[in-house]
């Protein structure tokens, strides 16, 4: 077999023609099997939560499931509120004012995710009377703000709004 | 596969690994500096191609894994919900069910490339009968498959060819409940044969290693039957040779495939799949899917339970046996008159037992099936064996050089 | 030698010519059984979502939804329709407003509560077309002992094979044909008559249809002229219903047609000038090699 020298960059041309044709088309073929994992369309569909909070009473917790996850819905008493307004926001890990996290103040909405490692906090326990993580010690008080323990960040507060003055809709 | 290596690796991380794992070397050898014979035309393409259908049928096969849910209550609608819901799920769902069908187009040709060339004669008999492993774990695989939409066609498949076992005398029933795992088919059985379908890819996998190592100790076959007597003169390396023109075949064949899945993608399915299986109610026409219908056609053809399966069974063994039962010494039908028009009549007698399996077993089409079942074995066990010992061939190259020499392999001069 | 190999060769054609022969002829003698009781083939209609550029006509779409919601989702269900699918793109598209009223018109069975009780609430986009009846049974009783099938994937479910040769053409580019199901339909709801002809018997609630298998149908005729009052202009006529609710029953078995088809036409594209270019760099690299 002879190897041809002539017209090396007209060859030259149709290799890399032909190579980052194969690449750019591979790409396209490989993206479906990826997107296929996001969220379908029933998942998406689903994204929001109703909830009626006239019946919980002053001082509870009620969980709801939203997008598969746990949100910590609190009725927070007289108490509960002046505790997370008084705090300096300068001794908290992650500072933010009670008033950033809540709509309405006897209202606190956060997802119930230790913002840690995933696992579900405790209601009413730890040295705040907020939540307490029972798997790596996070401590959180009374607006769902860390305050001792692994956790870098607040509790997250998910989307909400008021439809009413006892109905929630999460998402 | 080829051999031992003389590739080194240019770096030193390279020859450090290289010492301890040659595994480039092995690539290197078996799908870079690999001789391949080049006189081989575009039906040894399929070789390649076949590789390419396999991995594409694991790929969208282990996505659509990720979606669907092997219940009788929830397995139709999880397809649906692939098909609607899913991101892409339609696409990768017709991928995967006309995929299948490609695959067998693929298998099909390959089989009758190896038939036409004498590719299964000695020394190539070991990668032959790997060849028809191959094919019947694929026949076990897509029939799985077919089971798991759950629609009335997956359960009166599955419901007819489980109970082919009931024809093993004595312990024929026992062993079809145990297939089952119950009275009938129902959820155990959707359940193990999702596990099965899951599985059975990946021995596949396994044998064609095999298949494509025995083809690298024995070599490859080409048009001309003769092996490969000079590397400099008869072969050229498989990269970038053979591998540039495997891509053309890969390319055009996908335009077939692509043209199904985008544009006639129920064609090659059944519409009663569509309906969601209900044991209570057999639809009036039960058809396998095409590629089984030559087979069907010669169970259907006896009129005996278990003479019907044997023989089914039996026209898979005639491709075992075809090594020894084809007697003549010469490979390619190229150089076989005779041989080659009894190629093309037993290729029109398979297409023939496939459409009387499509249709109605009533009338004429009844006969039809039983003259061409008996010239299917035939064929393998009369003609094959006689034809050898009659048939006067013409003149074999001396080489696959002096084949290309003169005109190409297809019309070889007289010399 | 050479007139050796001839005369082997056409006692090989030979063979094979009878061989192919007999099971022809055997096949001829096979029809007059057949025949009797085979329903004839629908005509095809003309569909805007048929053939390689083909896409679904809204107007239609929204046009088959209210026949199918005005008249056959009191007996059928749809379970894989979702209300918000009615919105989605490459479907009737209606506004997510419009969907979300329709919707809300809806009850939907929902539960248990805080106290343990199903109750029915307004519908939302998310919810699926509610089922005319509570269960296969439920539905059989009602309808004198026949259950309406689903809807949902009822046009792919319904195939009309028209045999040999037709069925290759079906499958080539330019003959390409699968709206056989939709062709079915609109077939069947022309295909009703009112007397059955002579030297049929019905039994108590069956129909006469040309185009149902065995012609005897449960379901009663179900469309005709003037029976949805349209607000587009199109015209009320039976004809007109029956090819709006098929197109509508398509895109509930095949909602994603119009991006399949889009993205097919840009795949076969890109396929075919990677055959080009594959193919000519082969030829480079074998320019050199005599084969």
Redesign the interface.
Known sequence: ?ATSTAEPTRRDMLYIATGAATAVATGAAIW??I????P????LALSSTELDIGAIPEGQIVTVKWRGKPVFVRHRTKKEIEEAENVQLSQLPDPQADSARVKKPEWLVVIGICTHLGCIPLGHQGAYDGWFCPCHGSVYDTSGRIRQGPAPRNLDVPDYAFLTDTKIKIG | MSGPSTYVPKSAIGRWFESRLPVMGLMHSSFVVYPTP??LNYWWTFGAILSFMLVAQI??GV?LA??YTPNTGLAF?SV??I??????????R?LHSNGASMFFLAVYIHIARGMYYGSYKAPREILWILGVVIFLLMMATAFMGYVLPWGQMSFWGATVITNLFTAIPFVGDAITTWLWGGYSVDNPTLNRFFSLHYLLPFMIVGVVGLHVWALHVVGQNNPAGVDIKDV?KDS?PFT??AT??D??GI??F??LY??????????LG???N???ANPMLTP?HIVPEWYFLPFYAILRAIPSKLGGVIFMFGAIVMLVLLPWLDTSRVRSAVYR??FK??F??FI??VV?LG??GSQ?P????V???R??TA?YFIHFLVLLPLLGL???P?PVPASIADA??HGGAAEPAKA | ?IS???L??I???M??AT??A?????????PA??TSHVAPIPPPQDWSFAG?FGKYDQAQLQRGFQVFREVCSNCHSA??LAFR?LAEPGGPEFSIEQVKALAAQYKIKDGPNDAGDMFERPGRPSDYWPSPFANANQARTANSGALP??M???A????IKRG?PWFIF??L?GF?Y?EQ?ADYIVALMNGYEDDAPKGVTLDAGQNFNHYF?GNKLMMPKPLSDGQVAYTDGAPQTLQQYAKDVSAFLMWT?E??LDV??K???R??IV??I??GL??A??KR??AD???
């Open positions: 077999m479906p099997f997107a296929q994992m996001n379908d369309a029933s998942t | 080049k006189n790929v969208t996505v990720m979606h609608d649906e919900h098909m609607r819901d899913v991101n892409w799920g339609w696409m990768i017709y400099e050229v970038p040779h540039m023109k891509s053309v390319a055009l996908l335009m692509c043209w199904f899945v985008f544009f006639v993608p129920n064609y059944d519409p009663d569509y309906i969601v009036p008159p005779v028009i009894l093309w009549v029109a007698c023939g459409y009387l109605p009533e009338g004429g089409a006969l039809a099936a003259i061409l010239y009659f048939e006067t013409k290309v020499l | 030698m050796k190999t001839s082997g060769m006692a090989a054609a063979f094979g061989l192919f007999a099971p022809i002829s055997c096949l001829a003698e096979e059984a057949a390689f379970d894989h699918n099938p689903d949902s994937v009822l792919k479910a319904r195939g040999f079906e499958a580019p390409a699968q199901g298998p078995a909602p994603k399949r088809k993205t097919g036409f795949v076969l396929l075919a990677l055959a594959f193919y760099t082969k690299i074998w090699v005599q084969h």
